[in-house]
Every structure is written in structure tokens, then in C-alpha cells.
């Protein structure tokens, strides 16, 4: 949601927010003595224009920048982070009789804000610069070159920038009460485009429940919504909204999250329609109960590549129980069965972007990534859980002709049958992903709480 015109009950956890600052000022001032730095100036961004007119492409506020300012949707703003000063924030509210500006914070709507010193730009202008050596953070690209030069800065430094997406990875209280309130307004959302799928709803309708009971405009959502019925539910990043409603009703997967000042939730459910064939049902049961035993093993210092081998595993045995593939778990993993059954990785890490940064760099000082395993190349997250790192867990398994196809006609094909493939292909395909953070001892999930009904 875009809280730049605060219109919306926001979510104030005003001391948890202060230490959330408080904290990132010390970490940012560590990271100035480490790379002798004098400030560092973040750029909210701006949106793009479409060529040739006078329309904006969809915006979301740089993601370092909103770190600091919860306003989520805010452009042409800037941050100057100096040691021993209140963070100076340039936030751009023109005078605009076309829009409607953003509402300047007060302190009684935004208390946060008390932690700034703040200057109204009513034209979008550069900020004064500050003394000596400074790191300019932002997407360059969009600024005019003197803008840049101007501020006579190094522009994202490398080093610097991996230790600022370091960071971001466990999460503060406030930003865990900001992903769990993300959790919470996703859960309505699933809720209703289930209810819809059940009324016999098509895929516009069913986005279109899930954007009223999740309160959100579609520009506002973290990502686009997935909403595939049917052979869809095996297109992993569907993007289509189909108008009708198709004949038979096999299936429904729902991934699709919400945004909370930046932050944001990553949802997915798949239900069973009315024509579904009791092999999809056990599949929906057998992919629910396995990503449950999946998420009872998180804990600090798992290792999240065990974790994503062990998911295919677990897939194996579902596949072997229901009759689909004859071969032992241990076969069926190390031939790249179930690699065409499920490419994509068990998750990754969640926070102010969907696909969280630094989910490869456990190294952050030498910057050396951890690369996935040999067979599994779409593994986001190859770090060992830490206590405070949010994550998802989503299991998934798909019938998806251009990769099952190439099994048939090798060894591995005679042991998978073929005609429950063929009569499970109409349901596409089973993801179910929850949203959690790793605590002390295990993991809090936020999705699968009383509150969310999920
Ligand atoms: N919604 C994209 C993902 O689950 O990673
Ligand atoms: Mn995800
Ligand atoms: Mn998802």
C-alpha cells in the first residue's frame, strides 16, 4: 500500500520504530569509519516516464531508502546519513494542483518522524552536499549526469552497498510487525479469491476479490499476483487474467502477497475446484503436510541447501506414496526427477523486496558467493539461518510438459506413469508457501496464525 498520503490507518509501532533507527544509524555510521566515508546520500527514486508521454510507469521507492523512511511510494526524495547527526531527510511534497502531494509527517500522525530533521522540497532539487567524502546510493541511471556530478560522489559502491544489504537481512521488531501486518492483509486476500475460484469465478475475478479483501490497488502489490486456474497453476510466474471462466474447474493457485510501508508478505495456495481427480487432492494434502514438516526443522544455524535438497526428498517420497514415480527418493533426486517436477528453490529471503538481497552472500566482508548445488540453479537463499532472518518456505510440484517430456524418452521415463501424469496435467499444478522468521529456537510463521485464517 502507498502510505505517502498517510490515508490509511498506519501501522505505528513508534518505540519499536525509534530502535529500528536508532539501530540503523549505528550500523550506517560503522559502515562510514569502515569505508571513510563523510555522509552517505540515498535517492528515493523517481518514476519513468512512458516515451512520449505523460503517464508514469508503476514506482516502488528505492529499497534502502525505505529502510529508513516508511513511505512507501515517495520519489524524488533524498536521505543524508552523517555520524553524530539526526538523518536529514529532503522529502519532495509539490505544490500540485494535477495530484494530490504527500502528506508532510507530523508527529502525532508519524512519530517516526522525530527522528529526522526534515526539509519540505516543493521542486524536485538537489540536497546541500555534505563536507568531505561521500557515497551516493540509488538508481543513477534515472538522475541527470550533472546531478551526479554535481554531488561529486562515488556512486554505489560495491563493498559498501553488500554491507548495507547485510543489513537488511535479519529483521528489527518493527520490521517483523510490518511482515507480519503484510501477512495478515495477503491472508484476507487469499481467503476471498478462494471463496470467488468456489463461486465460479475466472482469473480477473478472483484478482479482483483478492485486491478488495486485501485493500490494495494492483500498482500496490509487492509483486504481481498469480492467479492461474487450471493448467495455469503450472506456469510458475503466470501473469494473465483470464475473463472466462473455463468449462471444468480442476484447480486454483493464489501466489500473491501484500505490502506494508515497503514491506512484503509472499503467499501461495493452491484448492481443489469441483472437477478435481482425488490424485490432485492427495497431492494438495501430500505438499501441505510436507512443507509443514519442512518448516518444524527451521531453526538458527540450519543450513537452507540441506533444507532445499531435503524438500526434494520429501517430494520423491509424496511422488513414490501416490504412484506417480517408482524409484526410491534417494534415485529420483539424484536423476533430476524431481528437478522437473519442481525448478524453482524451496524460497528465499523476504523483506522490503520479495526476493530479499544478500540471499547468496553469506561472505558479506569478501563478498564471495555461496552458489546453489549442481541440478538446483534457481536457489535463492544458500545461507545458513540466522535468528531475526525472514524467509519462505514453498514447496511446489507442477505437471509441465517441456520438462516432464524429455524424461519419456530416456531410462528415467519408464518409471514414471505416464497416465496419472496425463490425468493430473489439467490441474497444472500444488505450491503452498508460508512466511516466517527464524527465532531463537525454531521459526514464528506468520502466515499460518489464528489471525490469518490460513
Ligand atoms: N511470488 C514469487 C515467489 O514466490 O518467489
Ligand atoms: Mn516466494
Ligand atoms: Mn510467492
Known amino acids: 500500500m502507498s502510505d505517502i498520503y498517510l490515508n490509511d490507518p498506519v501501522l505505528t509501532h513508534a518505540d519499536a520504530q525509534r530502535t529500528h533507527l536508532t539501530a540503523l544509524q549505528h550500523r550506517y555510521e560503522l559502515a562510514m569509519q569502515q569505508h571513510a566515508l563523510d555522509a552517505i546520500v540515498l535517492h528515493s527514486g523517481k518514476p519513468k516516464r512512458h516515451f512520449a508521454d505523460d503517464q508514469d510507469a508503476t514506482f516502488k521507492s528505492h529499497a534502502h531508502f525505505l529502510h529508513w523512511v516508511p513511505m512507501a511510494g515517495l520519489s524524488d526524495s533524498w536521505l543524508v546519513i552523517r555520524p553524530g547527526e539526526r538523518p536529514l531527510l529532503y522529502l519532495y511534497a509539490p505544490d500540485d494542483f494535477w495530484h494530490l502531494s504527500p502528506t508532510l509527517p507530523t508527529p502525532e500522525a508519524a512519530p517516526w518522524s522525530e527522528a529526522f530533521e526534515i526539509v519540505h522540497l516543493r521542486k524536485p532539487t538537489l540536497p546541500t552536499r555534505p563536507n568531505g567524502r561521500i557515497a551516493l546510493l540509488g538508481e543513477i541511471a534515472l538522475l541527470q549526469p550533472d546531478v551526479v556530478e554535481a554531488l561529486n560522489a562515488e556512486a554505489n559502491p560495491a563493498a559498501l552497498l553488500r554491507q548495507l544489504d547485510e543489513g537488511r537481512v535479519c529483521k528489527s521488531e518493527f520490521e517483523v510487525a510490518c511482515l507480519e501486518e503484510a501477512s495478515l492483509r495477503a491472508a484476507r486476500g487469499h481467503l476471498a479469491a478462494r471463496r470467488r475460484f468456489m463461486d465460479g ?48 474447474r480442476h484447480s486454483l493457485l493464489v501466489d500473491a502477497g501484500a505490502s506494508v510501508h515497503g514491506y512484503a508478505s509472499d503467499i501461495t495456495r493452491s484448492w481443489a475446484g469441483d472437477d478435481a481427480l482425488p490424485i490432485y487432492r492427495a497431492l494438495v494434502e501430500g505438499v501441505d503436510a510436507l512443507q509443514k514438516r519442512l518448516i518444524a526443522a527451521l ?79 534457481m536457489l535463492r537463499l544458500t545461507r545458513k539461518l540466522q535468528e531475526g532472518m525472514a524467509i519462505t518456505i514453498e514447496p511446489g510440484c507442477y505437471i509441465i510438459p517441456m520438462l516432464l517430456e524429455p524424461l519419456r524418452n530416456d531410462a528415467r521415463g519408464k518409471a514414471i506413469d505416464w497416465s496419472l501424469i496425463e490425468a493430473l496435467a489439467p490441474h497444472g499444478g500444488v505450491r503452498i508457501e508460508d512466511n516466517l522468521v527464524i527465532t531463537a529456537d525454531g521459526a514464528h510463521n506468520l502466515t499460518r496464525v489464528p489471525e490469518t485464517g490460513l
Open 201 to 248: 469465478g475466472a482469473e480477473l475475478d478472483i484478482q479482483l476479490a483478492y485486491l478488495g479483501a486485501s485493500r490494495q490497488r494492483e500498482s500496490d502489490v509487492p509483486y504481481g499476483n498469480i492467479v492461474g486456474l487450471n493448467e495455469h497453476a503450472a506456469v510458475l510466474h503466470y501473469q494473465h487474467y483470464a475473463l472466462q471462466t473455463p468449462v471444468t
Open 299 to 377: 531453526a538458527p544455524g540450519v543450513d537452507y541447501v540441506a533444507l532445499h535438497l531435503e524438500m526434494h526428498r520429501e517430494l520423491a517420497e509424496l511422488l513414490r506414496t501416490l504412484g506417480i514415480v517408482s524409484l526410491s527418493a534417494e534415485a529420483q533426486v539424484e536423476q533430476g526427477i524431481t528437478a522437473a517436477f519442481c525448478p524453482h528453490g524451496l524460497g528465499h529471503l523476504l523483506g522490503l523486496q520479495v526476493h530479499d538481497v544478500a540471499g547468496r552472500i553469506p561472505d558479506f566482508i569478501s563478498g564471495d558467493m555461496r552458489h546453489p548445488p549442481a541440478g538446483h540453479p
